[in-house]
């Protein structure tokens, strides 16, 4: 089993800057790629970015140029740091960990509670 738990969420304004954290625990978390989705009200869970115990990153769109992506297995924690924020970004958002970096958010097998992100205009 692994516990995820996320923290920095926040309220921010368009434009301004969130770093989220996950700290993950339970059984060894080197070997697990490492995902951030979310979800706006009344929207699918989407994909955001994810990274592989190597540093191996995948990015969507809306993400490639604002928001980066690194981990510290040291202490077994991820972390997003979202820049430029917009609006749009507003959403919970969860962190997984699972075997390969996936696009679907039905492949990850381990999920955290979410922290809510709101951007205000």
């Known amino acids: 089993q692994v516990q995820l738990v996320e923290s920095g969420g926040g309220l921010v304004q368009a434009g301004g800057s969130l770093r989220l954290s996950c700290a993950a625990s339970?059984?060894?978390?080197?070997?697990?790629?490492m995902a951030w989705f979310r979800q706006a009200p009344g929207k699918e869970r989407e994909f955001v970015v994810a990274?592989?115990?190597?540093?191996?990153?995948a990015y969507a769109d809306s993400a490639q140029g604002r928001f980066t992506v690194s981990r510290d297995n040291a202490k077994n924690t991820v972390y997003l740091q979202m820049n430029s924020l917009k609006p749009e970004d507003t959403a919970v958002y969860y962190c997984?960990?699972?075997?390969?970096?996936?696009?679907?958010?039905?492949?990850?097998?381990?999920w955290g509670q979410g922290t809510q992100v709101t951007v205000s205009s």
């Open positions: 339970g059984r060894t978390f080197r070997s697990d790629v």
């Open positions: 990274v592989s115990w190597s540093g191996n990153t």
């Open positions: 997984a960990a699972g075997g390969r970096i996936y696009y679907r958010h039905d492949e990850y097998n381990y």
